[in-house]
């Protein structure tokens, strides 16, 4: 069973809509991910939180804005989407391990299903 | 620059049989770790197995284990004794320090080899 889980699981919404996806992970994680992956495609990097600030934003429209609460909690609000953001939304967190990063393993959550209409 | 490079777009594999997946990669670095995920359907990347740059020994974990030749820059991952339940979609990742000041490492995927298992 995965320790990073993702709300909502699918979602639907027009391009006026706000709307946020949730991430959740419950193993001491003070790094987290955002990625997106179209279909049949790879995934690719968004956002990267470090100790609950941004360290890293791969030059995404700000119609995606990221928001980490805490340690455990990371969200990404959404608003006047296009239907080419329709995608497979991931999430996920690493240990944040300083000069050893290339060991860390990434942990991915079940991801949302994004459709804009 | 990176580069991660899955060459079979698609394998089959009789049910209980070995197979391999394709990884070459591409870096200046001598720190860098090697990754290989799952993706089933459903759409979660599940983590299978690493390997750093600087292991002797090939990793194993339970029926996966990653060949692993650095001179020639290959990162196979063997399945043995495949199971209905091992067909997905299979990514080939590296991490590497990136240039953002950050410390987590980075990941790049490769395009990915989706294995079909056979009864």
């Known amino acids: 069973d995965t320790e990073v889980t993702q709300t909502p699981k699918h979602l639907v919404m027009g391009m006026t809509n706000k709307k946020s996806l949730k991430c959740e992970q419950h193993?001491?994680?003070?790094?987290m991910y955002w990625y997106k992956q179209k279909a049949k495609k790879p995934p690719e990097l968004m956002f990267v939180?470090?100790?609950?600030?941004?360290?890293i934003n791969e030059s995404v429209p700000s119609r995606f804005s990221p928001e980490c609460p805490n340690s455990s909690l990371l969200n990404l609000h959404l608003h006047a989407l296009q239907p080419e953001d329709s995608a497979l939304y991931l999430c996920?967190?690493?240990?944040?391990?300083?000069?050893?990063?290339?060991?860390?393993?990434?942990?991915f959550g079940p991801g949302t299903r994004l459709l804009v209409l | 620059a990176q580069k991660i490079t899955q060459t079979q777009p698609g394998m089959f594999v009789q049910e209980k049989e070995a197979v391999t997946l394709d990884c070459t990669y591409d870096?200046?670095?001598?720190?860098?770790?090697l990754f290989w995920y799952k993706q089933p359907s459903s759409g979660e990347m599940i983590f299978l197995i690493y390997?750093?740059?600087?292991?002797?020994q090939n990793a194993t974990e339970g029926r996966y284990s990653l060949n692993f030749q650095k001179a020639r820059k290959s990162a196979n991952l063997v399945i043995s004794a495949s199971q209905l339940g091992d067909s997905a979609m299979y990514f080939c990742?590296?991490?590497?320090?990136?240039?953002?000041?950050?410390?987590?490492?980075?990941?790049?995927f490769g395009k990915g080899t989706k294995l079909s298992v056979k009864p």
């Open positions: 996920a967190s690493s240990q944040e391990l300083g000069r050893l990063a290339v060991k860390e393993t990434q942990y």
């Open positions: 193993m001491g994680h003070r790094a």
């Open positions: 939180y470090s100790y609950e600030k941004l360290s």
């Open positions: 870096t200046s670095d001598q720190s860098y770790g």
């Open positions: 390997q750093g740059s600087y292991d002797e």
């Open positions: 990742a590296m991490s590497y320090r990136g240039n953002y000041g950050g410390s987590q490492g980075n990941l790049i």
